[in-house]
């Protein structure tokens, strides 16, 4: 017949029950197949806890300190296999902390201090630019708005210019006619006297101002337009493109 007690380590209660204890837990009775088998295994427990038998983790890191050897200002103790270990480990912790503590310490002073100079720089600065805007205006704000001068021929100008932009040839036609009027009116302005415009832009000596060429480039299209005898055919494109080149002549001499 098979004993009880052979049978007990494949109890499943038993074995939970060891588990358990390794991880700091008791279990003062274990159930047993019979009466025996428990009535031993509590007499074993008994005589283990009479015997001072620790638990897996004490036996790895002790049970702590001993009231005899630590006080409450000094370091904790720890007994077990690796309870040296420990306490070298949290002595160098303890030194670790307390510089970084010192350091953060260090920090915080320069920190605020910074901080506390720049928000006075901040300050200062915005005291004095408020002060420069106040003095400016002060001394600015009392001046008339600039005026803005048009030049009375810019309306003028603006009529003919639009009158190329139509489908009307003759439109066309007049727009050339009086832009070359007024380029006589530009010469005579810049002290070129003559009777014609074409007498005038033979008084300027060349290079004598850089829209010179196209001065005489539109004169002579105006001619070719005037001439009744001319086969001369002019289109919408050009006329816009010879009123550019009168325009950028009166540019030039802040004319329009």
Same mark, same amino acid.
């Given at each position: ?21 390794? =991880? ?15 009535? !031993? ?60 503590? =010192? ?26 630019? =408020?002060?420069?805007?106040?003095? $400016? ?40 006619? $009086? ?17 014609? !415009? ?7 000596? $060349? ?44 540019? $030039?001499?802040?004319?329009?």
């Amino acid at each position: 017949m098979t004993d009880p007690v052979y049978l007990s380590y494949v109890n499943i209660q038993y074995w939970y029950c060891v588990i358990y204890s390794i =991880f700091g837990g008791t279990c003062t009775e274990v159930d047993s197949i019979n009466g025996n088998v428990e009535a !031993t295994l509590s007499a074993g427990a008994n005589v283990g806890a009479q015997s001072g038998k620790v638990d897996f983790w004490s036996w790895l890191f002790g049970g702590g300190a001993s009231t005899d050897v630590v006080s409450a200002s000094a370091p904790v103790v720890h007994g077990g296999l690796f309870g040296p270990m420990l306490d070298t480990i949290f002595f160098f912790g303890n030194l670790i902390g307390a510089f970084i503590s =010192f350091l953060w310490s260090i920090y915080s002073f320069l920190a605020y201090t910074v901080s506390g100079l720049l928000f006075l720089a901040i300050v200062g600065l915005l005291v004095y630019l =408020f002060s420069i805007r106040f003095s $400016e205006g002060a001394l600015y704000g009392s001046l008339p708005p600039q005026s803005i001068n048009v030049h009375p021929l810019r309306d003028r100008w603006q009529l003919l210019l639009n009158g190329t932009r139509s489908n009307d040839p003759k439109l066309w036609r007049q727009g050339i006619l $009086e832009a070359d009027i007024i380029l006589g009116e530009v010469l005579t302005s810049v002290g070129y006297i003559g009777k014609t !415009t074409s007498g005038q832009i033979l008084l300027v000596p $060349e290079n004598a101002f850089v829209t010179l060429p196209f001065a005489w480039e539109a004169h002579r299209i105006r001619n070719f337009v005037s001439a009744s005898s001319s086969n001369y055919i002019l289109t919408q494109q050009e006329a816009f493109r010879v009123m550019k080149l009168y325009e950028q002549v009166f540019q $030039e001499f802040n004319f329009i």
